[in-house]
Every structure is written in structure tokens, then in C-alpha cells.
């Protein structure tokens, strides 16, 4: 399996570290942003445990360690290994803002 | 408290063996370098200051920062890209006197700086072979028409990460490579390098950066 980076190129798998779905988001609420939800728990355990099991597209994101060290975010099939975008994480890169 | 007597040693000093190795017959088909005398410092935009960088490189050095995979000599320094908003600026050097000196002031506010000049190892490798010998342990096409003169990478070796650019080509037209590498790492990539090219016969030497 082969990734484009789209900073490097075309690079082989071993270059690269996954982390997982790129889709769960961190939920406000917690007691360190300034106060506790009541629901802050199960979201919290939602977010941390909780994952879909996808058969088909998913949005991944994998670290590009071995080369730019830049955090990318994959779409690839996990039915095929099929990897049809990758672009730059949020962040990635300091001339883009977030 | 007792004084340390810091004294600079070459990364390579248990790898490193002078002159010809591996098949001694016939002309060696790759020369193996450790390059000395050299201050390397890593430039990292600060968020949004890509722009800004760029333009203060520009004017420090006279050549433009590299924004893609690329290398780019200038006089003075050589810019090698590291990453998105990243560069290392290459530069000779034979004393000690601090590379961060000079570049705190041009790049105040919009970049962060990092002395590597300890910190890598920079090794070059050519000759009429030398493709061969990088073939078997690197993964990237460094074909004329993927990696021309002035192109850069980051990639990986035998597991270790290097920084990577085609210099000008050599006198015979045979390609030339540079490396960078962590020094704690240089001992084993060396010897990675020197076993990959050991059936083309290779000729180890020291040189000056910018020799």
C-alpha cells in the first residue's frame, strides 16, 4: 500500500503511522473547559472508547513520521485498502490557520 | 562544581574507515563522504508566517526558502526543505561561534530557530554506482526524470529518518547525494550504506561541506 503525501509524494506504508478514525471530535463541557455538563461523562466515554466499525469509506488519520512528520488525514475503503483522498490534517503545515 | 571539557568528535568515529572497501578491483563505483565543518539550523514558520519567512530567507540568504521538496543552493548557504513551512539552512562553518547569532534578528517573531549543527550527521554519496547502492535501501525513485538535481526529500532508511537532496552532478556526470542524518543514527546508516554498496567498491573519505 502506497500513501500521497500530499507534501512528500507517492510514499510507501511503512513511512507512516495510523492513529484511527479522524471523525471523533472532542466534546465541550468537560470541568477543565470551565464547567461540567451533565452529559459530559458519556460523551467523554463516547469519544475516548466508542468507535464505528466501518465497512467502506472511512477518514483515517495517519502520521507521515518516517518523512515530513505531518499529520494527514486518509479516506480510504476498509473493504478494498482503496485510498481515494488524502489531504493535509487540520494544522497541518503553519501556513494554514486552525 | 567540576568543569566538563565538552570535545567535538565525529558522529561516524566507530563506522568511519578511511579508503577503499568492499571490492577492490577496478575503480570504486560509489565515494562515501562525511562532510565536516558544516552549522545547520532548522527554520520553522511560526502559524500563518510561511509568507513572511519565505521573504526574510530571502533576504538573509539570497536564495528563496524552499516551499516543496527541493534544495536550493545559494552562495552562502544551501536551503534544504524539511517539511511543510520547514527548512534547514546549510552553512560552513569552522568554528564555534554560535549559527543563531545572525539569524535571531531576521527571523524575530516569525519563525522558531533550532541549532542542529551537533545534532546530524551529514554524509554525501556519489559515483557512477551510486544509484544501485541506494536502490536496495531506499524506497524513492531517484531516476533523472522523478529526482533531478535540486530535489529534496524526507524520507526514511533502514528505519531511520533522513534528510535528503541531489547536489550537482560530479565532475564524470555521475549524480550526487546528500544526507543528514541524527548522529546517534550515523553510525548504523553508514554502515547500512556501506554494506549495500560494498559489491560496487566504494572509496570512504572525509571532506570539507562546501570542498
Excluded at chain 2, 528505519?159 to 537532496?165: E, M, P
Aim: with cysteine; hydrophobic share 45%.
Amino acid at each position: 500500500m502506497r500513501i500521497a503525501c500530499p507534501f512528500c509524494g507517492e510514499r510507501e506504508l511503512g513511512e507512516f503511522t495510523y492513529l484511527g478514525d479522524a471523525a471523533p471530535k472532542r466534546p465541550a463541557g468537560f470541568a477543565a473547559d470551565g464547567g461540567e455538563l451533565p452529559s459530559a461523562q458519556d460523551d467523554f466515554f463516547d469519544y475516548v472508547y466508542l468507535r464505528d466499525n466501518l465497512a467502506g469509506d472511512m477518514t483515517e488519520h495517519w502520521y507521515h513520521g518516517g518523512g515530513c512528520r505531518s499529520w494527514l488525514a486518509v479516506t480510504r475503503s476498509t473493504t478494498t485498502h482503496e485510498i481515494k483522498a488524502v489531504r493535509p490534517a487540520p494544522g497541518a503545515g503553519a501556513s494554514r490557520a486552525g | 562544581m567540576a568543569d566538563y571539557l565538552w570535545s567535538v568528535g565525529s558522529p561516524l568515529r566507530k563506522a568511519f574507515v578511511p579508503g577503499r572497501q568492499g571490492v577492490l578491483s577496478g575503480e570504486a563505483g560509489v565515494f562515501l563522504a562525511e562532510l565536516t565543518g558544516f552549522s545547520l539550523v532548522q527554520v520553522m514558520a511560526r502559524r500563518g508566517r510561511w509568507a513572511d519567512t519565505a521573504k526574510a530567507a530571502k533576504t538573509h540568504y539570497g536564495v528563496a526558502a524552499p516551499d516543496r521538496p527541493t534544495a536550493l543552493f545559494g552562495k552562502q548557504a544551501t536551503l534544504v526543505w524539511s517539511g511543510p513551512d520547514q527548512f534547514f539552512a546549510l552553512t560552513s562553518a569552522d568554528g564555534l561561534a554560535d549559527p543563531l547569532a545572525p539569524l535571531r534578528g531576521v527571523f524575530a517573531g516569525i519563525a522558531s530557530l533550532s541549532d542542529q549543527s551537533g545534532g546530524r550527521c551529514l554524509i554525501r554519496i556519489s559515483g557512477a554506482r551510486v544509484r544501485d547502492a541506494l536502490a536496495k535501501v531506499s524506497s524513492l525513485d531517484f531516476h533523472d526524470t522523478a529526482f533531478p538535481v535540486g530535489t529534496a526529500a524526507a524520507t526514511s532508511i533502514d528505519h531511520t529518518n533522513v534528510g535528503l537532496w541531489r547536489a550537482a552532478d560530479a565532475a564524470d556526470g555521475s549524480p550526487v547525494y546528500h544526507l543528514l542524518v541524527f548522529t546517534s543514527f550515523a553510525d548504523s546508516l553508514w554502515h547500512t550504506i556501506l554494506d549495500a554498496a560494498a559489491e560496487y567498491g566504494v572509496d570512504a573519505s572525509r571532506a570539507g561541506v562546501f570542498a
